[in-house]
T-cell receptor, first 114, second 114 residues
Framework: NAGVTQTPKFRILKIGQSMTLQCTQD?????MYWYRQDPGMGLKLIYY???????DKGEVPNGYNVSRSTTEDFPLRLELAAPSQTSVYFC?????????????FGSGTQLSVL | DQQVKQNSPSLSVQEGRISILNCDYT??????FLWYKKYPAEGPTFLIS?????DKNEDGRFTVFLNKSAKHLSLHIVPSQPGDSAVYFC?????????????FGKGTKLSVKP
């Protein structure tokens, strides 16, 4: 019953460092998403993928990159970390799109850039 | 410009009473609405949804009402239980849109007191 697994849970970066947030799901879902949630705000979509090898930008993609080489994994790469990227990051997946779609979320990665 | 607004950051209710969480939206193209529930240090979990062709959807203690003319939806929890204490996010999507492209509100923190 793993669902969507994110690692690490917490991370502190220095300005200019880079890192990869890992996300894997074991539900064989085609659709995967990365969101960020800033304090007191709703979730905003960073990138999404509709299947292996296919990715696209969401609302706030600047400063991030993604890849989707397998159905299970959807890592999010931060290059040249900036304080504005301090946030909680959630990965999610879904089996279908449209009506009756439900997103399954990971437990999040809390990132601080100092 | 927020398309989905949850104007009450917090709500406190006595156990056993009704909790009413409100959500307003500005985009008349939205046709599918969802509520997600989030506990601290966990990812959001799907709670209930409603299509724009309906004005009410029930699932146990949870009922969502949609008033399209007022661009308003509400989540009713009856009776409220301490375990319902969480942050509740309202979200919406456009026709043919993926739930991954949901527009989220900022959330309302519900506290149910024993």
């Amino acid at each position: 019953n793993a669902g969507v697994t994110q690692t690490p849970k917490f991370r502190i970066l220095k300005i200019g460092q880079s890192m990869t947030l890992q996300c894997t799901q074991d539900m064989n879902h085609n659709y995967m998403y990365w969101y960020r949630q800033d304090p007191g705000m709703g979730l905003k979509l960073i990138y999404y993928s509709v299947g292996a090898g296919i990715t696209d930008k969401g609302e706030v993609p600047n400063g991030y990159n993604v890849s989707r080489s397998t159905t299970e994994d959807f890592p999010l790469r931060l290059e040249l970390a900036a304080p504005s990227q301090t946030s909680v990051y959630f990965c999610a997946s879904s089996a279908i799109q449209g009506a009756d779609e439900k997103l399954f979320f990971g437990s999040g990665t809390q990132l601080s850039v100092l | 410009d927020q398309q989905v607004k949850q104007n009450s950051p917090s709500l406190s209710v006595q156990e056993g009473r009704i909790s009413i969480l409100n959500c307003d939206y500005t985009n008349s193209m939205f046709d599918y609405f969802l509520w997600y529930k989030k506990y601290p240090a966990e990812g959001p979990t799907f709670l209930i949804s409603i299509s724009s062709i309906k004005d009410k959807n029930e699932d146990g203690r949870f009922t969502v009402f949609l008033n399209k003319s007022a661009k308003h939806l509400s989540l009713h929890i009856v009776p409220s239980q301490p375990g319902d204490s969480a942050v509740y996010f309202c979200a919406a999507s456009e026709p043919g849109g993926s739930q991954g492209n949901l527009i989220f509100g900022k959330g309302t923190k519900l506290s149910v007191k024993p």
